[in-house]
């Protein structure tokens, strides 16, 4: 019988600085998120724009890390042949020693990045239901011959296999598309820009649409990205996180749901209304200036998180 849910809460950066700066900041992040309680460091997936690639990037961070574990938020695997991905991630599996948790997904509506990629936009959720079941196979199996519409295997065999047999691997997204790969193919499901109330009616049409598929998902394996500010006030939080909203992927309402600005406490309640849904996992994400990432991150460590994994 499997025991409570445990409430883990990891972290992301915002947009990532150019030049040495960067390499800089990796390494300050990785110190940070090693020497506290800080359960796990995510990284997004963009071809274009101010982001690391996020393999590489958890490649160099685990070489210098023994705890910390480390998510993709999320890899998009239209843009990798499953076999690539499925190397790539078993690789940093084996080097972290079982630290490596990716959530996959088919990635944010934007043209030129699948035109530059070389990818058919039309096709990238086909293609992510064929890769996730080929690097499911391709991590348990001796030989894997697939033969789909975009990915042909012929007796296949990957060597180093991952460390965790195998590791999760989840699914981003919240049309109902994801909802049903998630349900239908996933471990769990990492939910972005997805208010409280919607999230936990997502969660069971997931559940839903796992029974559909003869599974289910473990209940312990639903999270979702929480974008926050640390102030003194909620307004002086709103006033930080107001100029790096995502406006154009989700409406005000929904930015006002999912944001936790203010004081701690106040951060806090943005967590419990995700965990009153049936939330257990969490990324959170500085929603401020850039410079304050880190410490911001920091305060997080100290003031927020110890409480949650005390549970």
Known sequence: ML????????????????????????????????????????LSDRLLGPTLEPLTAIAAVAARTRRLKFGTSVLVLPFRSPLLAAKTLATLDVLSQGRMFPAVGVG??????????????????????????????????????????????????????????????????????????????????????????????????IQAHAAGAGRAIDADHFGTIIPFVLADSPAEGWRAAEPYLPRDRADEATLRAVTAVGPPDAVAAVIEAYVAQGGT????????????TLDQLARLADEVIPVFHAR
């Open 3 to 42: 025991g409570p849910a445990k409430i883990r809460i990891g972290v992301m950066p915002g947009p990532w600085p150019e030049g040495p700066a960067g390499g800089d900041l990796l390494w300050r992040l990785a110190a940070l998120c090693e020497a506290g309680p800080i359960d796990s460091l995510w």
């Open 281 to 292: 996992k969490f990324v959170l994400r500085p929603a401020g200036p850039p410079p304050a």
């Open 108 to 205: 944010v509506e934007q043209r030129r990045e699948w035109e530059a990629a070389g990818v058919p936009a039309g096709t990238r959720g086909a293609r992510t239901d064929e890769a996730i079941e080929v690097i499911r196979r391709l991590w348990v199996e001796d030989e894997v011959s697939y033969r789909g519409s975009y990915f042909t295997l012929d007796r296949v065999r990957l060597l180093p296999r991952p460390v965790q047999t195998p590791p999760p691997l989840w699914v981003g997204g919240s049309s109902d598309a994801a909802l049903r790969r998630a349900g239908r193919l996933g471990d769990g499901w990492l939910a972005s820009l997805v208010a409280p109330e919607t999230f936990g009616r997502a969660v069971e049409r």
